[in-house]
């Protein structure tokens, strides 16, 4: 079956079928970051940016342009089109080489206790 018998049966042609480098050959097969914990909501700011001498991936240099403003990981995923778990990997990457910084959701507080609630809105009664 050629190219065109293959796109007209539904199937892909060559040139449609997207990017030739999978997400597992950009992380060398890894799942999880080297260093660091990222939620998607997590802020991911550049250090610095990339340099053409530097050795950087180009997914890597990518990731470095787009974080030149603080971003979280989800949006960041969204703008390379990457899954985020891929993005997670070559974040890990660039946090162990000191070119980004992260600031994390604040941890959840516990929730407030019943009394604590009762006083609140004796308080708003009062009023």
């Known amino acids: 079956m050629d190219e065109r018998s293959a796109a007209a049966a539904g199937g892909w042609a060559q040139e449609d079928a997207g990017p030739t480098v999978r997400p597992y050959a950009m992380t060398s097969g890894r799942t999880r970051p080297v260093r660091g914990a990222f939620d998607l909501i997590s802020i991911v700011l550049a250090l610095r940016s990339?340099?053409?001498?530097?050795?950087?991936?180009?997914?890597?240099?990518?990731?470095?342009?787009?974080?030149?403003?603080?971003?979280?990981?989800a949006e960041l995923a969204a703008r390379l089109d990457l899954p985020s778990g891929t993005v997670k990997v070559l974040?890990?990457?660039?946090?162990?080489?000191?070119?980004?910084?992260?600031?994390s959701p604040a941890p959840e507080l516990a929730p407030p206790n019943r009394p604590l609630l009762e006083a609140v809105i004796h308080g708003l009664r009062a009023l």
């Open 91 to 103: 974040l890990g990457d660039l946090l162990d080489q000191q070119l980004i910084t992260t600031r």
């Open 50 to 73: 990339p340099a053409a001498h530097d050795g950087t991936s180009p997914e890597a240099a990518q990731i470095l342009r787009c974080c030149r403003l603080p971003v979280s990981v």
